[in-house]
Nanobody, 125 residues
Framework: QVQLMETGGGSVQAGGSLTLSCTAP????????MAWFRQAPGKEREGVAA???????SYGDSVKGRFTISQDSDKNMVQLQMNFLKPEDTALYYC???????????????????WGQGTQVTVSS
């Protein structure tokens, strides 16, 4: 069973920055995609950003130009650098890993093989 370990959530004022990290210790395969999704109270879960081990990326429209996703396949790790944060970015952020889907498909269909537990991001105005 793959366990995803998320760190980096917290509270910040609007305009600030946060970095989320997620690792998949011991994941054995060379190709995979990792992504961040988020869910605010009363809203559907939405795709934020995704990346695969070939560094192909995909972003949700609401975060383009503000968030950057990166990965280190040697460490099975993905990071999400979030800049110019807005109150509407407030949500529970989930890390996800998929064994075969490319990043754009993963973000659109929101059905990864594995989910993390979630980390809270709160942006105050």
């Amino acid at each position: 069973q793959v366990q995803l370990m998320e760190t980096g959530g917290g509270s910040v004022q609007a305009g600030g920055s946060l970095t989320l990290s997620c690792t998949a210790p011991g994941y054995p395969y060379k190709y995979y995609s990792m992504a961040w999704f988020r869910q605010a109270p009363g809203k559907e879960r939405e795709g934020v950003a995704a990346i695969d081990t070939l560094d192909d990326t995909s972003y949700g429209d609401s975060v383009k130009g503000r968030f950057t996703i990166s990965q280190d396949s040697d460490k099975n790790m993905v990071q999400l650098q979030m800049n110019f944060l807005k109150p509407e970015d407030t949500a529970l952020y989930y890390c996800a890993l998929d064994e075969s889907s490319p990043p754009d498909y993963l973000l659109e269909h929101r059905k990864p093989n594995y989910w993390g537990q979630g980390t809270q991001v709160t942006v105050s105005s």
